[in-house]
């Protein structure tokens, strides 16, 4: 590839960028195949067209075979992680918030980069994508649970006060096992 780059051969520079993708599609090989599209003569929109539509029929393909699976019978929604980071990395907000919405599933830290990315108009949305988040990373923490202390207080600071304080008294009753939990949480 640095080869064909090198002497000039975009167009089988391009075809190696997009098998690439196929075989193994991401946020990287999905702009390793973008930026040098238009030196290959290629339209750029026509191309982002066609591997989004692949990256949607590869999140169904992977969403079936876990269905088929006796573990994942349960899941219910398509992983659209490569498609929010690709979102993220354009700036488009609006459109990444839209595809984030239940049943599907994305990458915790990916959705906690889109609320931090919302602005306050939004903080209705944010503060619900960083409950998911809390309720994903929550039953892994281990004491002295720094991380999902700081998400509780990122996510108060996005709520209204009457809701935060119904949320974090939910929290109280829900986790008040958890010694080292209780006094860390935010009064509201």
Same mark, same amino acid.
């Given at each position: ?14 075809? #190696?960028? $997009?098998? !690439? ?15 040098? %599209?238009? !030196? %290959? ?41 490569? !498609? ?8 488009? #907000? ?36 960083? $409950? ?7 039953? $892994? ?28 008294? $939910? ?7 958890? !010694?080292?939990?209780?006094?860390? #949480?935010?009064?509201?």
């Amino acid at each position: 590839l640095r080869a064909y780059d090198r002497d000039g051969w975009d167009e089988e520079a391009l075809d #190696l960028r $997009q098998r !690439r993708f196929a075989h193994r599609p991401s946020l990287a090989t999905f702009f390793e195949v973008l930026e040098p %599209a238009p !030196r %290959a003569g290629a339209d750029a929109a026509t191309l982002r067209a066609a591997m989004w539509q692949a990256l949607i029929q590869n999140e169904l393909d992977h969403l079936a075979k876990i269905q088929a699976t006796p573990w994942g019978r349960g899941a219910d929604g398509p992983d659209v992680s490569v !498609r929010l980071a690709i979102l993220l990395r354009e700036g488009r #907000l609006d459109d990444a918030l839209a595809l984030v919405g239940l049943p599907r599933r994305a990458s915790d830290d990916l959705l906690e980069a889109l609320a931090a990315a919302l602005p306050s108009t939004h903080d209705s949305a944010a503060a619900g994508l960083l $409950q998911r988040v809390f309720a994903w990373r929550m039953p $892994q923490a281990k004491s002295p649970y720094t991380d999902v202390l700081r998400l509780i207080q990122t996510t108060v600071r996005r709520m209204p006060k009457d809701e935060a304080a119904r949320w974090l008294a $939910q929290l109280r009753a829900e986790h008040r096992a958890k !010694r080292n939990f209780i006094p860390g #949480l935010p009064t509201p």
